[in-house]
């Protein structure tokens, strides 16, 4: 998506990103049980995880959703990696995954968040067989998630966080975030250890403020959190 012209904000630049505390070197185990701890996931959440890794191995034998060498490293590289985004924001009861693909970090905070009264993810991807999938999931477990085929930046709905992983580098994900982001949401975006230089890149046409997280899934991880609206430069 192309950025379009200001709306006549004020052209005063951002201020840098602020980088949160190093992480250790080494990644961390984690494992069901760790996933536990960490979470306080309930047994009905487990079990409800256990069905969704499930689900997520055999429908990944027909399409691409994670790589297949992640798989077996599920409770950390993908479980914890998403579940970690609810420490940030406890009190949010309205997502946005954007991109939501396999549905992470969508459908683990669907599970983690079912028994909140008012919880609700909103599940947005553009591609039509990987819908299917997340609704095959959300039936299955009767989440409160709502499964959108349609891109990013074509929607918005009044929500808490908007959030996405492994969706796009930050110039197009910006983009995509952009119309979801106008009035109190939050931005909490899991990226990779380049992602410095994708803020970078992505000041070329917009100004936001965004603070740099560590990742307790992965220290070469990073969460971007975005609390103010995303503007486009002025070409």
């Not at 027909?62 to 985004?85: C, E, I, K, Y």
């Not at 993810?121 to 553009?126: A, F, G, T």
Request: with cysteine; charged share 25%.
């Amino acid at each position: 998506m192309s950025p379009t012209p200001s709306d006549g904000v004020a052209a005063a630049e951002n201020p840098p990103e602020k980088i949160g505390p190093e992480a250790h070197s080494a990644v961390p185990h984690i494992d069901r049980a760790e996933f536990v701890r960490l979470s306080g996931a309930t047994a009905t959440q487990i079990s409800a995880l256990e069905t969704y890794l499930e689900l997520l191995t055999d429908w990944n034998q027909r399409m691409n959703l994670v790589g297949p060498a992640t798989l077996p490293d599920f409770w950390g590289r993908h479980a914890w990696d998403s579940a970690q985004l609810i420490s940030l924001a406890p009190d949010a009861l309205t997502w946005a995954d954007l991109g939501a693909g396999a549905g992470l970090p969508g459908i683990v905070l669907a599970i983690l968040g079912k028994d909140r009264d008012g919880f609700e993810v909103h599940l947005v991807e553009s591609m039509a067989k990987r819908c299917r999938f997340l609704e095959t999931v959300v039936e299955t477990l009767d989440l409160p998630a709502t499964v959108h085929n349609d891109r990013a930046e074509n929607l918005s709905w009044d929500v808490d966080i908007v959030t996405a992983r492994a969706c796009a580098p930050m110039t197009r994900l910006l983009g995509y975030a952009r119309p979801w982001m106008t009035g109190h949401a939050e931005g909490l975006f899991l990226k990779g250890q380049d992602v410095a230089a994708e803020i970078e890149t992505a000041r070329q046409s917009w100004r936001f403020e965004a603070e740099l997280l560590p990742s307790t899934s992965d220290p070469r991880g990073r969460i971007v959190r975005l609390r103010n609206k995303i503007h486009a430069r002025r070409s």
